[in-house]
Nanobody
Framework: QVQLVESGGGLVQAGGSLRLSCAASGRTFSTYVMGWFRQAPGNERDFVAAISRSGSTYYADSVKGRFTISRDNAKYTVYLQMNTLKPEDTAVYYC???????????????????WGQGTQVTVSS
């Protein structure tokens, strides 16, 4: 079992930036496909970004060009750099272990095996 702990959320004005971090337990971190999803009140989970074991990345169209996912396997940590934030980015952001990289790149529904408690991101207009 993997434990994931997110941090870095907060309140920011539109156009601003935040960097989310996710610390994972376990020395098998480098073997996982990692990702971020978000959920706004009353909405379903929305895929945001994923990073493969080799460092390839994939983004939802809504964040492409604004968000950057990265990982540091030595620190068991995955990051989400969010720039040019918009009010519609407001949500709870969750770090997760992604079940299948092939599903991500195929544009299929992304499934997650583990996720953290989430961190709130609020973007004011």
């Amino acid at each position: 079992q993997v434990q994931l702990v997110e941090s870095g959320g907060g309140l920011v004005q539109a156009g601003g930036s935040l960097r989310l971090s996710c610390a994972a337990s376990g020395r098998t971190f480098s073997t996982y496909v990692m990702g971020w999803f978000r959920q706004a009140p009353g909405n379903e989970r929305d895929f945001v970004a994923a990073i493969s074991r080799s460092g390839s990345t994939y983004y939802a169209d809504s964040v492409k060009g604004r968000f950057t996912i990265s990982r540091d396997n030595a620190k068991y940590t995955v990051y989400l750099q969010m720039n040019t934030l918009k009010p519609e980015d407001t949500a709870v952001y969750y770090c997760a272990v992604v079940r299948s990289w092939s599903s991500v790149v195929a544009g299929e529904r992304v499934l997650y095996d583990y996720w953290g408690q989430g961190t709130q991101v609020t973007v004011s207009s």
